[in-house]
């Protein structure tokens, strides 16, 4: 049973940095797609970054590109999202999510919610300005 678990998340001020952590258990070689998905409130969740775990090849979406980077430890199945820069805008639900069957192709476009076949729980992001 795949389980997707977050954490991190927590309340700073605009500009400021946070790390947020996606420890993943019973993944397979097949579960190739990592994401990185946030719910601002009012608005339907989005893919943010994501990265294919069976290489480095990452993709990041308009709004964070520059300022958040995903990155892996595959061997502890660890997943990482600095964010850096932060701003009021990006206050929001922050979920790891996993993709299966999607190979490089994970990096290809933006996926959206239904491309993703597991979810962690969610870790709460704020940013104050």
């Known amino acids: 049973q795949v389980q997707l678990v977050e954490s991190g998340g927590g309340s700073v001020q605009a500009g400021g940095s946070l790390r947020l952590t996606c420890a993943a258990s019973g993944t397979s070689y097949k579960t190739n797609c990592m994401g990185w998905v946030r719910q601002i409130p009012g608005k339907e969740r989005e893919e943010i970054a994501s990265?294919?775990?069976?290489?480095?090849?990452?993709y990041y979406a308009d709004s964070v590109k520059g300022r958040f980077t995903i990155s892996q430890d595959n061997a502890k199945k660890i997943y990482y999202l600095q964010m850096n820069s932060l701003k009021p805008e990006d206050t929001g639900m922050y979920y790891c999510?996993?993709?299966?069957?999607?190979?490089?192709?994970?990096?290809?476009?933006?996926?959206?919610?239904?491309?993703?076949?597991?979810w962690g729980q969610g870790t709460q992001v704020t940013v104050s300005s």
């Open positions: 990265i294919y775990t069976g290489g480095r090849s990452t």
């Open positions: 999510a996993a993709a299966a069957d999607f190979d490089a192709r994970c990096t290809w476009r933006l996926l959206v919610v239904r491309d993703f076949n597991y």
